[in-house]
């Protein structure tokens, strides 16, 4: 399997509030984006967004590069990928994709918390699902 076989996909059509006075996608909007892809692929998953135990994800750290503009009513492709898994934190690759070029690449650290906010390992069940959309070698440690 390639690496692009691995991502996560998931579109998204940009809508009227998405924009701005330009007509082009607000650049905090590509957050509010990648959550969605996030959340998605949990559902694939079948992880909860919030365990019963009230385990979840926070985002720790994001990097975000704008490439080009989206515009209202386009269909972006997100690409997600796993890039690295490790003790509480996996870091995901997100490229929200206009045809074959890539708008929008951000990279985001997650951490994996309890329901205090204290970090915690993930689930090896969680880590196993996961691989399947790994890129760069990721989980493999």
């Given at each position: 399997m390639t690496d692009q076989e691995r991502y996560f996909i998931h579109k998204i059509r940009v809508y009227y509030a998405d924009t701005d006075a330009g007509g082009?996608?607000?650049h905090a909007r590509y957050l509010e984006f990648a959550e969605r892809c996030r959340s998605e692929l949990l559902r694939h998953i079948s992880?909860?967004?919030?365990?019963?135990?009230?385990?979840?994800?926070?985002?720790?750290?994001s990097q975000i590069e704008w490439r080009a503009p989206a515009?209202?009513?386009?269909?972006?492709?997100?690409?997600?990928?796993?890039?690295?898994?490790?003790?509480?934190?996996?870091?995901?690759?997100?490229?929200?994709?206009?045809?074959?070029?890539?708008?929008?690449?951000?990279?985001?650290?997650?951490?994996y918390v309890t329901a205090s906010h204290k970090p915690?390992?993930?689930?090896?069940?969680?880590?196993?699902?996961?691989?399947?959309?790994?890129?760069?070698?990721a989980g493999k440690r």
């Open positions: 082009i996608v607000y992880h909860p967004l919030i365990s019963d135990g009230g385990n979840q994800f926070v985002v720790r750290k515009r209202l009513d386009d269909l972006l492709v997100c690409r997600t990928g796993i890039e690295d898994i490790r003790g509480a934190r996996v870091t995901m690759r997100h490229e929200m994709l206009l045809g074959d070029s890539a708008v929008t690449v951000m990279v985001v650290e997650l951490a915690v390992r993930l689930p090896e069940a969680l880590i196993s699902a996961m691989r399947q959309f790994a890129v760069c070698d």
